[in-house]
């Protein structure tokens, strides 16, 4: 069972920066596919961006594309969410999570960490 932990949030002010990290728990993500969720308050979770373990390719929604960069460190088991030119619209708890699950029936989220832009 696949067991990730997600931290780094925090409070910052629109145009700021943060760094998330995803680490993972007792394995290596090498041939694991890892993304980043955000659920804000009043709506549904949907899909931020995404990194493919086999060759890095990269993936990012529409509304983030551009500001935010995913990375990867195999040897650290971790994930990292690189977050610039934050606005208030991104304010959420983020969440890591495999890419491949069905959000609406996916239940490992754990308690994500929370981000918060205050404008």
């Known amino acids: 069972e696949v067991q990730l932990q997600a931290s780094g949030g925090g409070l910052v002010q629109v145009g700021g920066s943060l760094r998330l990290s995803c680490v993972a728990i007792?394995?290596?993500?090498?041939?694991?596919?890892i993304g980043w969720f955000r659920q804000a308050p009043g709506e549904e979770r949907e899909g931020v961006s995404c990194?493919?373990?086999?060759?890095?390719?990269?993936y990012y929604s529409d509304s983030v594309k551009g500001r935010f960069t995913i990375s990867s460190d195999n040897a650290k088991s971790t994930v990292y969410l690189q977050m610039n030119s934050l606005k208030p619209d991104d304010t959420a708890v983020y969440y890591c999570a495999p890419c491949g699950i069905k959000v609406d029936e996916y239940h490992s989220w754990g308690q994500g960490t929370q981000v918060t832009v205050s404008s």
């Open positions: 990194i493919i373990g086999d060759d890095g390719s990269t």
């Open positions: 007792g394995f290596t993500f090498d041939d694991y596919t």
